[in-house]
């Protein structure tokens, strides 16, 4: 299973992507985690992106996609993987498809978490506040400014793999605002019916309610299927059969037998007969 997860920051990707992860065994790719390993392996183009990183700027598209295209030739990520943080523009986008397809390597879907901006920056003034209420230190990062200016960055930039994605039919909408366990439920659901993973077995083989063999059994329990029936039928058939010989062959024998005594009777009486009217 490959896949992409979309979403604005705060959507809840990183958690959804670690459950994938332990649930189908697949590889989360982290770009930022891709980048600083190829350059701590010293690799070809981790040493180009390492000097890239060392100045301050932006490895630039062509860099990242040699490094993903290594990653995806190791072993682990050939029974799936997830990438996390790319891509994050069309032009990304688009060179990501063409290694993929170079590769031979299909895209199952890419799933946005859809979720209402307004809500995400209510939870992160209520996590500040708290925080702050039990006087821990704030990330300068986790603030509702820095996250208004993530939000309009990714309206602007990754907002438009929305459109990209859709028309390529990949794209798979869930709903981010439900809770964490919805949220799964759901992705599993929408994976499950477009065929990315197996779908789970509802009750073991031959005892499947309503199923023919169930109902064969059920039949012949009650001795109303036509096995049970032949079955009734047939000894009964045999059995008979040599009685009916051997009463046909007692019942001709002693016929026979009266008949030829009888005709000895009468053959004697008439030799009586005949011998008195001789004397007389």
Known sequence: MRLILLGPPGAGKGTQAQRLVQRYGLVQLSTGEMLRAAAAAGTPVGLQARDIMASG???????????????????????????DGFPRTVPQAQALDALLKKKHIKLDAVVELRVNESALLARV???????????????????PEVLSKRLASYRALTEPLIH????????????????????????????????????????????????????KAIRNAAGTGPRRAKTAVKPAAKARKPVSRTA????????SGSRAKGAGVAKKTAKKVTKKRAKT
Not at 57 to 83: C, E
Not at 167 to 188: A, F, S
Not at 248 to 255: D, F, I, N, T
């Open 125 to 143: 003034e209520s996590r500040v506040a708290e925080m702050l209420a039990r006087g821990e230190e704030v990330r300068i990062d986790d603030t």
């Open 57 to 83: 700027s932006l490895v630039p598209d062509d860099i990242v996609i040699g490094i993903i295209s290594d990653r995806l030739d190791q072993p682990d990520a050939r029974k799936g993987f997830i990438l």
């Open 164 to 215: 990209y994605y859709s028309e390529r039919r990949k794209l798979l909408t869930v709903d981010g605002m439900m809770t964490i366990e919805h949220v799964t439920r759901e992705i599993n659901r929408i994976l499950t019916a477009i065929g990315a993973v197996p779908a789970r077995p509802q009750a073991k083989t031959g005892q499947k309610a309503g199923s023919a063999s169930s109902r």
């Open 248 to 255: 046909k062959k007692s019942a001709r024998k002693s016929v």
